[in-house]
């Protein structure tokens, strides 16, 4: 009978094993995928307010945890409750009224190893919060490690460091030791059963109820019992962290997207002439303050306009408004008298090609970032592109030169050559409508020079909007858009503008005499 207990608790181990191993990968791989495209569908508002290395521990981290927990636990689950089962009823079969001495502390037990795992899963949590905190500060640290080094603040970084390292090991010490608790307080009472089971088994052997087999045989099994039901209250322990894991994944999962896109109408995007308008717009990054409290401006179709006025005046924000990537909170914002709010951002985003002052530089060789902008395009265009650019000679230095692999941190580009590879890719993906903030900025006067006639060339015949921190590379725009906190105070040419002696002729007049 013993033999068959055991063939019954463990013969099925190794299936179950291979069984939980391959759905819990299975789960790990589907939330991963699900993670992913719930980022891709996020409002950028959220990413703004929520660390990187935040997100990226649910996705990695929490995940992971999740996925070992059902792959351990399940088959600790299976194999114990099976023998706990088995063994149960063998104690039936032996006398009922013994078993049920014995089993009556099952409920008790179960209900402070449940209490318990409760307050671990919450501590657990915290954990996970704390670790997800450490992420941010390291991808941070590496992120900006010039800035770092530069201003001499690695001691700072390191006792910021500390101390969340300091929280992270007491919340881990503080779970581990709530935990501790379920074994030995399962054990204590497995033994107080075994006290009942002698008093009450020696009572009926005296008075010839139980034989002294029959007692031997119960006691065994009684002690059967004990590790199968300490080995599921510290599986139900474990759990708790994984029930934590998987709490943070579905806070994630659950995070509201951005609104649908209900297209209404279609862009025809191959008569796009690229007449921008803002019809009485507002917004605001928080509904109770407005931004902008009501917007009107016509770009018409090959206009160079540029976007100046103080720090926050809300330039950045009208760029991200006619790109949706935010929602506006009144008035209509149309594309050759479209209203973008009828077309998909996709489709939308498809019409704008961006250089900013940051470059998008990502792994791969220079070729595949080049023609990010354009994936399915040809070599020949690439090079073209890259010529345009002005990209063609330090890339012919390189060892590989087209086939170089480089990195946004890499060091076998200068910023300024990342920025010219950023501009290849504008060129390639051909847009309807630039936009440019300050594209030029980070290279020698040489290079600004080139660039600056590479640009005027893709920039003929497309509107094209240029966010302007120095005055003077933007006399020769079309139109000039002065805002002010939000709104828009004066719109004109250069030579208009200064003739009016207002706002922009007095920023300008200022930029004039610190050069």
């Not at 959220?46 to 399940?74: C, F």
């Not at 961006?354 to 399915?376: H, M, R």
């Amino acid at each position: 009978m013993l033999a068959v207990l055991y063939l019954v608790g463990y013969g099925t181990t190794g299936f179950v094993n291979k069984g939980c191993v391959r759905v819990a990968e299975t789960l790990a791989r589907s939330y991963r995928m699900r993670m992913q495209r719930k980022l891709n569908k996020l409002p950028i508002g959220y990413l703004d307010r929520h660390p990187a290395g935040d997100i990226q521990a649910r996705a990695t981290d929490n995940v992971t945890t999740a996925a070992s927990m059902l792959e351990s636990t399940a088959v600790t689950l299976v194999e114990q409750f099976t023998l706990l089962v088995a063994v149960l009823v063998m104690m039936l079969v032996t006398d009922w009224r013994l078993t049920l001495i014995y089993v009556v502390t099952l409920p008790l037990t179960m209900v402070i190893t449940l209490g318990i795992s409760k307050v671990a899963q919450r501590e657990f949590k915290k954990q996970m919060v704390v670790n997800g905190d450490l992420a941010s500060l390291v991808s941070d640290t590496y992120a900006n490690h010039q800035a770092v080094k530069a201003f001499s603040c690695e001691a700072v970084k390191e006792s910021r460091f500390d101390e969340i390292n300091g929280k992270f090991f007491r919340s881990y010490v503080k779970s581990r030791f709530i935990s501790g608790f379920v074994i030995p307080l399962s054990v204590l009472l497995s033994n107080f059963s075994y006290i009942a089971l002698c008093v009450v088994g020696g009572v009926m052997m005296v008075g010839g109820q139980l034989t002294i087999g029959e007692f031997q045989a119960f006691i065994f099994y009684g002690n059967m019992v004990s590790t199968p039901l300490s080995t599921l209250a510290s599986a139900m322990t474990n759990m708790q962290n994984g029930l934590a894991a998987f709490e943070r994944i579905y806070e994630f999962l659950d995070v509201e997207e951005e609104t649908p896109d209900t297209p209404t109408e279609q862009l025809d995007t191959t008569a796009l002439s690229g007449a921008v308008e803002f019809d009485h717009v507002k917004f605001g990054y928080v509904p109770e303050k407005m931004l902008m409290k009501d917007v009107s401006l016509r770009i018409e179709p090959g206009t160079v306009a540029a976007i100046v006025g103080p720090s926050g005046a809300g330039k950045t924000t009208l760029i991200n408004l006619l790109m949706r990537f935010y929602d506006i909170d009144g008035g209509a914002i149309r594309l050759d008298g479209c209203d973008i709010n009828a077309i998909t951002r996709q489709g939308l985003r498809s019409q704008f090609g961006i250089v900013l002052q940051d470059s998008w530089v990502f792994t791969g060789t220079i070729a595949e970032n080049i023609s990010y902008g354009k994936p399915n395009a040809a070599r020949e265009e690439v090079e073209s592109a890259a010529a345009r650019a002005g990209c063609t000679a330090f890339i012919e230095k390189l060892p590989q030169g087209f086939d170089t692999m480089v990195s946004e941190e890499s060091s076998a580009l200068s910023a300024g050559e990342k920025q010219l590879l950023c501009i290849a890719r504008t060129i390639l993906s051909d847009p309807k409508i630039l936009i440019l903030d300050e594209a030029t900025s980070q290279v020698d006067t040489k290079t600004e020079y080139l660039i600056t006639r590479a640009m005027e060339e893709m920039m003929r015949g497309k509107t094209s909007f240029m966010i302007a921190h120095r005055l003077f590379t933007i006399r020769n725009a079309d139109v000039i858009i002065f805002m002010v906190d939000g709104d828009i105070k004066e719109v004109g040419s250069h030579d208009e503008l200064i003739a009016r002696q207002g706002l922009y002729a007095s920023m300008y007049n200022s930029a004039s005499l610190a050069l």
